[in-house]
């Protein structure tokens, strides 16, 4: 957990009891009740005057800086479009050391439906005031980074995506709990919810409209941002995943190994009080279908190709019937690669909706 493993979570028993929730993406998240209790003992103990003792319904995590702790700068490179962009963003010493050593866990007075406590339990992960500086900074390097491109808030969008899309995946052991966005940043890494967590604070303090997709089910949580005409499944937000590179609007056929897919109706929890939408679902999705296509081609191909393989074989000793049917096998082979090709530069740049767009177009495989 953390500045290589250099911080563990405290685990400690409460008298209020304590329950887990959905293990996400190969974390618990447990939720205790130690700030309550401390508050409320403090309170009943006439510490605090007249006031009427009570138990506060939920406490959530918090930063507290760690005076005197070493900063830092923080550098990474990653593609976007058709250029390599490098980010340098100074990162305070006393809030990161702070976010490291912060209790994450949510402290509540009676056992909760998820609903009622999990949004508020994120949303103090991402806007926790410590982290107004880190924001501050990181998104100066984004504006000038847009400015340089000349993005549109469309573009901008995506760049903010890919820069966290790019930062590794990593899963926490069990045990594990989220990362304030500071801490992922300074580390480049995470795992489905440090690295959502971190997208969202940056997309929601530009002004765009997300929440949080929680899959409790599935164990998994991506970003939403409010786009035209591909709102996923019941919510009014693209999918944007953040464990690698993705278009928005496009969710994953399958998450943490082959047999797990999004199957439910995920806990959309808002972030920010931001406006701004996404408008490019059109291309996004004409990518995805081309890419689809492509795909359904060549599962079609592949079975023709070995049976008219194998029909040559058989006739290796006639040159006559080999020579007949070798023409149909090379028309297959070169659709073969055709598609193929389509399917590894659609792969291969993810990071550049617009230009694989225009790629496509070029080949009439996406509307003009």
């Known amino acids: 957990m ?12 409460f008298p209020w009891g304590s329950r887990r929730p959905p293990r996400r993406h190969g974390r618990w998240v447990t939720s205790f009740r130690g700030a309550a209790i401390l508050l409320f003992v403090l309170l009943s103990a006439g510490c605090l005057g007249g006031f009427t003792p009570f138990r506060p319904e939920f406490v959530y995590p918090s930063i507290r800086p760690v005076e005197g702790a070493p900063s ?11 250029t390599s962009v490098t980010l340098t963003v100074p990162i305070s010493g ?6 490291q050593q912060a209790e994450k866990s949510a402290g509540m007075a009676r056992d909760e439906p998820d609903a009622r406590w999990l949004p508020g339990y994120y949303q103090a992960f991402i806007s926790d005031p410590a982290q107004d500086g880190f924001y501050r900074d990181a998104l100066s390097e984004f504006r000038r980074v847009r400015e340089e491109l000349q993005l549109d808030s469309d573009r901008y969008a995506e760049l903010l995506a890919v820069a966290v899309q790019s930062m590794p995946y990593q899963a926490d052991g069990a045990g594990g709990a989220p990362q304030f966005p500071v801490e992922t940043f300074a580390e480049r890494t995470g795992d489905c919810d440090d690295k959502s967590l971190l997208l969202a604070g940056l997309l929601s303090q530009e002004g765009y409209r997300v929440a949080i997709l929680f899959f409790g089910e599935e164990n998994h949580m991506a970003v939403g941002i409010a786009a035209d005409d591909c709102g996923y499944r019941s919510t009014s937000y693209g999918f944007l995943e953040t464990t690698n590179r993705s278009l928005v609007g496009i969710p994953p056929d399958k998450i943490d190994g082959p047999l797990t897919v ?12 931001g406006t701004l939408t996404y408008g490019a679902c059109d291309e996004t999705q004409g990518i995805h279908a081309a890419l689809a296509r492509a795909r359904d081609a060549l599962a079609s191909l592949d079975p ?27 028309s297959m082979v070169d659709e073969h690669n055709r598609k193929a090709e389509i399917i590894n530069y659609v792969q291969q740049h993810l990071h550049d909706r617009t230009g694989t767009y225009r790629w496509l177009k070029s080949r009439g495989l996406v509307p003009g």
Do not use: C, K, W
């Not at 953390?2 to 028993?13: A, D, I, W």
């Not at 999004?262 to 009080?273: E, K, Q, R």
């Not at 023709?304 to 090379?330: C, D, I, K, T, W």
């Open 94 to 99: 006393p809030v990161f050391y702070g976010a």
């Open 304 to 330: 023709l190709m070995a049976a008219r393989q194998a029909e040559m074989e058989g006739v290796r000793g006639n040159p006559a019937e080999y020579h007949r049917l070798e023409p149909g096998y090379r």
């Open 72 to 82: 830092h700068p923080v550098s990474f490179t990653f593609p976007f479009e058709g």
């Open 2 to 13: 953390g500045n290589g493993g250099q911080y563990s979570l405290r685990m400690q028993s």
């Open 262 to 273: 999004l199957s439910t109706d995920p806990l959309v929890i808002p972030i920010g009080n």
